[in-house]
């Protein structure tokens, strides 16, 4: 069964600094990767995704994530942070056939923006 | 575009009573839709997969007769809390799963609490 692991429950990072926040799956097969980002008391919005080709995805609000094969990780990017990114951010892979393709959320990793 | 639904955002109901929830896909059809749960600080928890003109996949240890699930049509699923208990309190978020980009795409969440 795939798994999604989130090392980081929560981390701090100055304004205007840089982020990457850490994702580890498993999974037999090519993935489809996602990442989301939730503000407090909202649903989740899609930051961006992977499906196949340049390892290297650009998202919204500037983030872009890294697929490592090799390494089972799809990280999470942002060279300069603002404080309106703080939110708790899910990683995500989906499992494709059966009834519909379902994801597999890692634990979810909460950012703190500091002035 | 893709953008998903929920409504009410907030429900306060007492215990014995139903509550429906209503989830809408509003600019794309959609054949599964997915209902999770999420607890504080936690990450999200499929509950169960919603398939248009067919009956409703459960997850393991989610009571489908506690949580009825009803998908009438491509743009809208429902989710009805029967005979609401106090530890049915919980944040109820949507999802509608967009065929052509195989990505789901999550309503804002439905904060219900049962008195």
């Known amino acids: 069964a795939q798994s999604v692991t989130q090392p980081d429950i929560h981390i701090t990072v100055s304004e205007g600094a840089s982020l990457e926040l850490r994702c580890n799956y498993s999974?037999?097969?090519?993935?489809?990767l996602f990442w989301y980002v939730q503000s407090p008391g909202q649903g989740l919005q899609l930051l961006l995704k992977?499906?196949?080709?340049?390892?290297l995805v650009q998202g919204i609000k500037g983030f872009e994530a890294e697929f490592k094969r090799s390494q089972s990780s799809f990280n999470l990017r942002k060279p300069s942070v603002h404080w309106s990114d703080a939110a708790e951010y899910f990683c995500a892979v989906v499992h494709r056939g059966g009834a519909g393709n379902k994801l597999t959320f890692g634990g979810g990793t909460r950012v703190l923006v500091k002035p | 575009g893709a953008v998903v639904s929920q409504h009410p955002s907030r429900v306060i109901c007492k215990s014995g009573t139903s509550v429906k929830i209503e989830c809408r896909s509003l600019?794309?059809?959609?054949?599964?839709m997915f209902w999770y749960r999420q607890f504080p600080k936690q990450s999200l928890m499929l509950m169960a997969t919603s398939n248009e003109g067919s009956k409703a996949t459960y997850e393991q240890g989610v009571e489908k007769d506690k949580f009825l699930i009803n998908h009438a049509s491509l743009t809208l699923s429902t989710l009805t809390v029967t005979s609401a208990h106090p530890e049915d309190s919980s944040f109820y978020i949507c999802s509608a799963n967009e065929g052509l980009t195989d990505t789901q795409y999550f309503g804002p969440g439905t904060r219900l609490t049962v008195l």
């Open positions: 992977y499906f196949s080709g340049d390892t």
């Open positions: 999974y037999g097969a090519t993935p489809y």
């Open positions: 600019d794309f059809q959609a054949t599964t």
